[in-house]
């Protein structure tokens, strides 16, 4: 495993587990159980996952160091405010089962997100959470953002796979000293990325699947990546990406794969804003 070190110093794995879509209890404890007892020390969940008592259940269970998890959750829309992110993150904490986070994120650049952002400013400087960051801020949006808060961002969670690269996006973050961090690194399946023959004849050179391939490319490109699945044996071929690496002409060779936009998401579509700030609204 390699790790990067924040803008505030705190260490990072730069693989972790997701468990976005694992809203069954049972199973999505015992992947969690399954992601630890591989290796991973990077857990990822979300207030609007649904899931983060069991992930919490999961850590309790699984007799690792607290010490040695990255624990990261996320703040939903409904409760981007300042007083709405306050208590927010005392319910995922106690959900969690918790004392302090090591993560925690914007999940998206609405509502009142820089009231949001000063209460987990305040929570920061407490040492209830070892680090702050957003999620799906595009450049505009984060560039304004550390133009003017306190703290500037630590992490910066998008989409990024071979298919939508964000060049310009990593970019900038490079230069706020921001970490990317990769959703849906799988590009949730599409392009048949799982068989695409650019990313098997590469695997096939180091006995390495497509998918071990795109985690590795993220990877050396300063990406973080949090892959997901629920099924063990998913798990430890997605771990097992740090014993080879991709030449300048093989990471050459993915580049033109790369379509420019999003085919999961539109955050620049109205129906879509409106629709997250109602998914989840109380």
Known sequence: MEYTILNNGVKMPMEGF????????????????????VGYRLIDTAASYGNEEAVGAAIRKSGACREDLFITTKLWVSDSSYEGAKKAFETSLQKLGLEYL???LLHQPMGDYYGAWRAMEELYKEGRIRAIGVCNFYPHVLA?????????????QV??????QQPKALDLMREYGVQPEAWAPFAEGRHS??????????????????????????????????????????MEQNFNIWDF????????????????????????????????HGRFAK
């Open 159 to 164: 989409e990024l796979h071979p298919f939508f």
């Open 144 to 156: 304004d953002f550390c133009e003017t808060v306190e703290v500037t961002p630590a992490v910066n």
């Open 193 to 234: 990325i799982f068989t695409h023959p650019i990313l098997t004849e590469i695997g096939a050179k180091y006995n390495k699947t497509a998918a071990q391939v795109v985690l590795r490319w993220n990877v050396q490109r300063g990406v973080a990546v949090i892959p997901k699945s629920v099924k063990r044996e998913r």
């Open 18 to 37: 997701g468990v976005f879509q694992v809203r069954d209890p049972q199973v999505c404890e015992q992947a969690v159980l399954d992601a630890i007892s």
């Open 245 to 276: 690496e991709l030449t300048s002409e093989e990471m050459a060779a993915i580049a033109p794969l790369d379509i420019g936009h999003s085919e999961i998401v539109d955050h620049f579509d109205p129906n879509f804003v409106r629709a997250l």
């Open 102 to 104: 090591d993560l925690y």
